[in-house]
Every structure is written in structure tokens, then in C-alpha cells.
């Protein structure tokens, strides 16, 4: 009896130790922080529930895979999706294709799941553009560390998390990588900032630009050949 009294202390030890271990993050923006760039392609309108979004996280001063990528958008953006003027993402670092979650996790992120289960951490815009999911627990966090945190966005329609991991989105944006300190329980005010104040910046959500075919490319070669040889015969 004393055993499994013992045994039933150490497990219930366990679980509430590993409960406020768990970073507490208040997933919440101000408005106007989320673009719709899809519905008319370069044309950018604040998001009114047609974009799903998640959260990657890793530890602080993991390098950034998708800076690279952004240098490809107007205005300058090199870190997050310009809020206007995106017509498309076209396929670098394997974007065109749905890879960003392969992108990311390959580069050390992780996409955040909730405290306790396999549940990723994905909700809807609300119609003014803004992140309103509130504080929440993300597992494989610790309070009073320091973690890089990207927000990505994609149309609503494609679906939840499963467009998002599956590459079947259509449309796709990420905010600027920022750092955020989860707070060790839920009245941390740490864990009360909201995204917006912690370093995210606006980002647009925008078309993904289609990826020719194979054969298609390989007609594409074939003409530019027979162009090159119709020249040199001339």
C-alpha cells in the first residue's frame, strides 16, 4: 500500500513539474497584423477570417531559412512577406512547392503544439487582420527561456494545420523571426506579451506561384535548343 502511495506521489510530482515547465505564450496581435495578398494578387487587404496561422519556435539565434527566401518580395522585405505588392512566391528554397514546413524544421524550428498533446497551435485571423488564440501552454517550452518564434499564415481555405504540413495551401506568408520569453505560470507577465509587442512585424499572405511540370520544362528546353540551332544554321 505504502508503495503505491509513493509511486502515485512521484507521478503526480511529475505531471505538475512537467505542467509549469511549459512556457506560457499569449498568442494574440494588435489589428491590422495579418494581410490577405491572395484575394487579388498584389493588392494587399487586412485578413478577415480567410487565413489560418501556426507558430514555429526554436532555440534564440537559430538561423532564419526563409531570409533568404524574401529577397524575392518588394519593398525591401528579406525577413517576412511584404504587406503589399506580392503577386506570388515563387518556388525558392522549395516554397512553390509546400515545403515550408520541411523548410523550417529541417532548419532546427519546431511547429508548436499545445501543453499536453499533439495538437499544433493554429487558429483563424479575426476580421481586423489580428491573432486572437489568447495565453496558451506550448509544449517542449520552458518558462523564463528565451526562444525565435515565426508566425506563418495560409488561406483558410486550404484548411487546419494538415494544409499547412501538407503542402496543400495555395497561398503562404510568414512573419519576420522575433524573439519571446514564455512566461512559468499564467499570471507571468512575460507570458502575457502579446506577439505584437514582443518583436512581430505585419506580414502579407500571398499566391503560391504554380511549379511547371516536368514535361513541360523539358519542352521548354527542347525549344530553346532548336531556337539556338535554328540561329547558328542562319
Do not use: C, H
Not at 513539474?17 to 493588392?43: I, P, R
Not at 494587399?44 to 529577397?71: E, Q
Amino acid at each position: 500500500m505504502k508503495k503505491q502511495i509513493i509511486a502515485l506521489s512521484v507521478a503526480l510530482i511529475a505531471t505538475v513539474s512537467s505542467s509549469f515547465a511549459q512556457g506560457y505564450v499569449s498568442v494574440s496581435t494588435v489589428n491590422n497584423f495579418v494581410w490577405d495578398e491572395f484575394t487579388t494578387a498584389g493588392s494587399g487587404v487586412k485578413a478577415n477570417t480567410d487565413v489560418n496561422y501556426a507558430i514555429y519556435w526554436a532555440p534564440a539565434a537559430t538561423s532564419d531559412p526563409l531570409s533568404a527566401v524574401g529577397t524575392q518580395f518588394p519593398n525591401g522585405a528579406t525577413q517576412s512577406v511584404a504587406t503589399n505588392q506580392v503577386t506570388s512566391i515563387s518556388g525558392a528554397g522549395g516554397l512553390g512547392n509546400g515545403s515550408i514546413n520541411t523548410t523550417m524544421t529541417g532548419a532546427g524550428f519546431t511547429l508548436a503544439l499545445l501543453n499536453g498533446g499533439s495538437t499544433v497551435v493554429s487558429g483563424t485571423t479575426g476580421a481586423g487582420g489580428n491573432i486572437a488564440m489568447g495565453q496558451i501552454q506550448i509544449a517542449g517550452m520552458t518558462g523564463g527561456t528565451t526562444y525565435e518564434l515565426v508566425v506563418v499564415g495560409w488561406n483558410a481555405t486550404a484548411g487546419g494545420a494538415s494544409a499547412l504540413t501538407g503542402g496543400t495551401y495555395t497561398a503562404i506568408g510568414w512573419s519576420n523571426p522575433f524573439n519571446y520569453t514564455p512566461g512559468t505560470a499564467s499570471g507571468d507577465s512575460s507570458g502575457l506579451t502579446a506577439l505584437s509587442t514582443a518583436g512581430m512585424v505585419k506580414f502579407g499572405v500571398a499566391p503560391v506561384a504554380p511549379v511547371p511540370e516536368p514535361g513541360t520544362m523539358a519542352l521548354a528546353a527542347l525549344g530553346g535548343a532548336s531556337l539556338l540551332l535554328f540561329r547558328r544554321r542562319k
